[in-house]
């Protein structure tokens, strides 16, 4: 999700830096698909305003990185894993992935 959100509007790709903290293995944390965590980007001057929504309605929230400007790299750490890619080769794997396998010739062994 982090890194597909790195790719804004009209193919933009932004520089995101995420650390994560959680007692959930990496693998879990990072791949998991689980109902129970959604990513919200927002302004900066909005951020403590969304905070205290989530605070009120008894919500865990907390902020776990930062978007830059456009150009960039995809950072992201966890307490095993550290991550950097520029953002366009992350957008070219997740949308060229299937065609590219689609288009492959077959393994015939």
Do not use: N, W
């Amino acid at each position: 999700c982090l890194a597909e959100s790195a790719r804004g509007a009209e193919g933009a790709h932004y520089d995101i830096e995420v650390v994560l903290h959680a007692d959930v293995p990496s693998a879990a944390l990072l791949f998991g698909e689980s109902q129970g965590r959604v990513v919200l980007s927002c302004h900066p001057d909005h951020a403590e305003m969304i905070s205290a929504v989530a605070r009120k309605h008894g919500v865990p929230c907390q902020r776990i990185g930062i978007v830059g400007a456009e150009g960039g790299q995809f950072v992201l750490r966890t307490m095993e894993v550290s991550l950097k890619a520029p953002i366009a080769d992350l957008a070219e794997v997740y949308y060229d992935a299937i065609p590219k396998l689609m288009h492959a010739p077959a393994d015939r062994d």
